[in-house]
């Protein structure tokens, strides 16, 4: 069965400092895998995704994340954070193989930007 | 607006009453999916369905929950005799079929926020 971990619930960071939200993910099988963020009491709406090919993905509002394969981590970062960036933010994965469509989700990192 | 649409936003119901929602996904858009999420946590995977079809439920989804997708176009979901523990977010989401068959992402809904009294 395929899971996800998002080893930080909340993360609190300065504005125009740097930030690393963190997920790793268990299958057996290959992947897909994304980044969804979520504004308060909004859908979720994707930042980025990895389907095949490069590993470093690059998303919306400047954020990107790296694939790797070695280390079962799909981490989701940005540069220089904006206050506009305070959000709930959930990794997901999809795929596998096995026919199944569903996608599964961590259980979201609390991004609060600090002015 | 062209986007998952859900109706209603918010619903507030006694403990014992059924309730009904429904979404609209992004059209041609042939699979549709039900989530459910509660205060910090993830979305929580309930059913599936590509086009009319339900292919997948979640153990989640008890015997008081159902849904359906007649003519693989809008879907409903019906908890009836609710329960406190009902009390969530409920998300719908969509997703086309890629041009190559692989997965693409899901676009979501705006959910309606069900609070069971």
């Known amino acids: 069965a395929q899971s996800v971990t998002q080893l930080d619930s909340q993360v609190p960071v300065f504005e125009e400092a740097p930030v690393e939200l963190r997920c790793n993910y268990s299958?057996?099988?290959?992947?897909?895998l994304f980044w969804y963020v979520q504004y308060p009491n909004q859908g979720l709406q994707l930042l980025l995704k990895?389907?095949?090919?490069?590993?470093l993905v690059k998303g919306i509002n400047g954020f990107e994340a790296e694939f790797n394969k070695s280390q079962t981590s799909f981490h989701l970062r940005k540069p220089s954070v904006h206050i506009s960036d305070t959000a709930e933010y959930f990794c997901?994965?999809?795929?596998?193989?096995?026919?199944?469509?569903?996608?599964?989700f961590g259980t979201g990192t609390r991004l609060k930007v600090l002015a | 607006d062209t986007g998952v649409s859900q109706d209603p936003r918010h619903k507030i119901t006694k403990r014992g009453q059924n309730v009904t929602f429904r979404c609209d996904p992004i059209?041609?858009?042939?699979?549709l999916y039900w989530y459910r999420q509660t205060l910090g946590q993830g979305p929580e995977f309930l059913t599936y369905?590509?086009?009319?079809?339900?292919?997948?439920k979640s153990r989640l989804l008890s015997d008081r929950f159902s849904a359906e997708r007649p003519k693989g176009s809008f879907s409903t979901l019906e908890i009836q005799r609710t329960e406190q523990g009902d009390s969530a977010m409920y998300l719908c989401?969509?997703?086309?079929?890629?041009?190559?068959?692989?997965?693409?992402?899901?676009?979501f809904g705006q959910g309606t926020r069900l609070t069971v009294v």
């Open positions: 299958s057996s099988v290959s992947v897909y």
């Open positions: 997901a994965v999809s795929g596998g193989g096995s026919g199944t469509y569903k996608y599964i």
């Open positions: 990895y389907l095949s090919g490069s590993t």
């Open positions: 369905f590509q086009n009319e079809a339900q292919l997948e």
């Open positions: 059209s041609e858009h042939n699979r």
């Open positions: 989401a969509s997703s086309p079929r890629g041009w190559d068959s692989l997965w693409t992402e899901a676009f």
